[in-house]
């Protein structure tokens, strides 16, 4: 067993929140089944979005759970840490919301204005993955 003393007070924080998000990814998942059954109404361009949505929620939680991990492996502090063990979280739920929020209405086809909240979520995971990829090589 890992020694609790090894792990940060921030990563264990962060972690926590982060496998406690899950349960709002799976909430989402029953959703997406909901469109997909036919119970809830949903152009073919909405199912793609809310797919693309929940994907990416799921997959860049666990990719923050194993960024916690090489951020403090880096020994990180400061700004870089932030940005570091932040990036990649704040990317999950900008990423996700910018799917959901821009596909928002009935019979949608098309992004709304509100899919810069996606480009947002890709501009803050480039700079979460760089700040932690530039700290482990500097490391």
Do not use: K
């Not at 990317?91 to 019979?107: E, H, K, P, T």
Request: hydrophobic share 55%; charged share 10%.
């Amino acid at each position: 067993m890992t020694d609790p003393q090894l792990l940060s007070a921030a990563l264990i924080s962060t972690a926590g929140v982060l496998l406690l998000s899950i349960v709002a990814i799976e909430w989402g998942g029953t959703f997406l089944l909901s469109i997909v059954r036919g119970r809830h109404p949903a152009t073919p361009f909405q199912l793609a979005f809310a797919r693309a949505g929940h994907a990416h929620a799921g997959v860049l939680v666990i990719l923050a759970l194993v960024c916690q991990i090489f951020v403090d492996g880096a020994d990180m502090s400061g700004p870089v840490e932030l940005l570091a063990r932040s990036g990649v979280p704040a990317a999950a739920v900008l990423m996700s919301a910018g799917f959901f929020l821009s596909s928002a209405g009935r019979d949608v086809t098309q992004p709304n204005r509100l899919i810069w909240v996606l480009y947002a979520g890709v501009a803050v995971l480039s700079v979460g993955v760089v700040s932690l990829g530039v700290g482990l090589l500097t490391a």
